[in-house]
T-cell receptor, first 116, second 113 residues
């Protein structure tokens, strides 16, 4: 069975601080995909990034960066110079690589509040 | 940029009534999904749909639930006889062939009284 754990339920930081959201996953599959989604107060789910299990290269996109470490089964997400618009619930998700087994298994989410 | 759309945004119904939640996936996407999120909880998978048939479903997706692609653009979720515990936000998602990202709609909030 697949499982995603986001141990941080809520985080509050002051604007412009850096913040890292943790994600730890469990799977028996050797190949899989990892995702981060953002859910702002308006409620929609916004896709942020996908990572393949065979690609451990870390990625930076503007103020966002992701650190994927297969050895520790972690896929952490860092926001640098946080802004009030970053306030949202962030979900980490896991998916098998197999066609026909495409469900996303989500973590419980981390509620991030950026204090102006 | 193309988006997944869902209607209605909020549906209120009485327990035991049938509801149909509607989704228009992104036009060149062929894989479709329904998820739900009970208030304050995590997002849970319900069903995936491809080539006019269900490819995977969760334990939640029992005989009270059904999905349909009635035409070339809509994808619907029907709950036959709603229960109080069906109250949740229901998200539709779609995916393009050859890509792994699922793009979600804005959700339909279902309230069962």
């Amino acid at each position: 069975a697949q499982k995603v754990t986001q141990a941080q339920t809520e985080i509050s930081v002051v604007e412009k601080e850096d913040v890292t959201l943790d994600c730890v996953y469990e799977t028996r599959d050797t190949t899989y995909y990892l995702f981060w989604y953002k859910q702002p107060p308006s409620g929609e789910l916004v896709f942020l990034i996908r990572r393949n299990s065979f690609d451990e290269q870390n990625e930076i996109s503007g103020r966002y960066s992701w650190n994927f470490q297969k050895s520790t089964s972690s896929f952490n997400f860092t926001i640098t110079a946080s802004q009030v618009v970053d306030s949202a619930v962030y979900f980490c998700a896991l998916r098998k690589e197999t066609f026909g087994n495409e469900k996303l298994t989500f973590g419980t989410g981390t509620r991030l509040t950026i204090i102006p | 940029e193309p988006e997944v759309t869902q209607t209605p945004s909020h549906q209120v119904t009485q327990m035991g009534q049938e509801v149909i939640l509607r989704c228009v996936p992104i036009s060149n996407h062929l894989y479709f999904y329904w998820y739900r999120q009970i208030l304050g909880q995590k997002v849970e998978f319900l069903v995936s749909f491809y080539n006019n048939e269900i490819s995977e479903k969760s334990e939640i997706f029992d005989d009270q639930f059904s999905v349909e692609r009635p035409d070339g653009s809509n994808f619907t979720l029907k709950i036959r006889s709603t229960k109080l515990e069906d109250s949740a936000m229901y998200f539709c998602a779609s995916r393009r062939t050859g890509y792994n990202e699922q793009f979600f709609g804005p959700g339909t909030r279902l309230t069962v009284l």
